[in-house]
């Protein structure tokens, strides 16, 4: 089992920044991917941003240039440093670690961070 710690969550206002960090539990081995999704109130969950093994990124079209997903292996962590917030990034965001192995995906999941962004 792989257990994801998140930090950074909290108040900020429209234009502001905030970094999010997610940190597991251990070594991952058969990593495939690292992400962060995010879900608003009544809204579906989605996916905001990802790093793949080869530091392959991926964004939300609505975050692109504002949001920069980045990690660090040596502490089995992963980053989203969030600038130029809006409000309609208001929500809870929630770390991913997706594992491969055998061609078998196991996604594990962060407890979730709040984010408010007030105008």
């Known amino acids: 089992q792989v257990q994801l710690v998140e930090s950074g969550g909290g108040l900020a206002q429209a234009g502001g920044s905030l970094r999010l960090s997610c940190a597991a539990s251990?070594?991952?081995?058969?990593?495939?991917?690292m992400g962060w999704y995010r879900q608003a109130p009544g809204k579906e969950r989605e996916l905001v941003a990802v790093?793949?093994?080869?530091?392959?990124?991926n964004y939300l079209d609505s975050v692109k240039g504002r949001f920069t997903i980045s990690r660090d292996n040596t502490k089995n962590t992963v980053y989203l440093q969030m600038n130029s917030l809006k409000p309609e990034d208001t929500a809870v965001y929630y770390c991913n670690v997706r594992v491969r192995f055998w061609g078998r995906d196991t996604d594990y999941w962060g407890q979730g961070t709040q984010v408010t962004v007030s105008s």
């Open positions: 251990r070594t991952i081995y058969g990593l495939d991917s």
């Open positions: 790093i793949r093994t080869g530091d392959a990124t």
